[in-house]
């Protein structure tokens, strides 16, 4: 399958969301799949309060945050008025964050290691607040990302499950940059249909169309949004 290419830099933020939401819709129709299965995610960091504003004038109200703090900043004002809003953290999460993580987001999507399940239980036991959660398999063993190894996701989802009680309800996965994606996506697949699990946050801007043909749930979109990312 193609690869999807990122819009003009020179269209508006609105023209943008139209043809990502269409190229989705073909892409789930290309692969027999209801568009309606495919949650878009928008990857809001860095971007500026005009840029985020035009993004809710287009009804998006879900949204991928990298980090704690910079979340806090921009969406603890607007939350009061958006209650449809869903927050989902895609970027590495430290243990002495779990706590403001599981106040502000709706979705963690990195869970990747037992320290963080346990840091996790904790908070949303003191919190009385459960975000959903994915684990974050790193499907391509590079050192320098986060992530579980393949060969050990089975045993944190049983961990986070039966011994942290956590409700782990899919995975999350961010193929080498300089690797086809689709065996990554296939691999990804894979450990959740053995685990039980419905969800897959994959796909990005230049490769969602592929990860919908793999069954992609969740895909998280920026540049092809947005534009080229602003630079903090």
Known sequence: MTAS???SSSASIAERFALVRGRIAQACRAAG????????????KTQPPEAIDAALATGQRVFGENRVQEALMRWTDRRPNL???ELRLIGPLQTNKAAD???LFDVIETLDRERMARALAEASDRLGRTPRLLVQVNTGAEPQKAGVLPDAADALIGAARRTYGLAVEGLMCIPPA???????????ARIAERNGLGVLSMGMSGDYEAAIGLGATHVRVGTALFGERNRP
């Open 5 to 7: 290419s990122p819009a």
């Open 33 to 44: 799949r209801d568009p309606e299965a495919v949650t878009l995610t928008a990857v809001s």
């Open 83 to 85: 209650p449809d809003l």
């Open 101 to 103: 993580a599981v106040a």
């Open 178 to 188: 300089d690797q086809d994606p689709e065996p990554h996506f296939a691999l990804l």
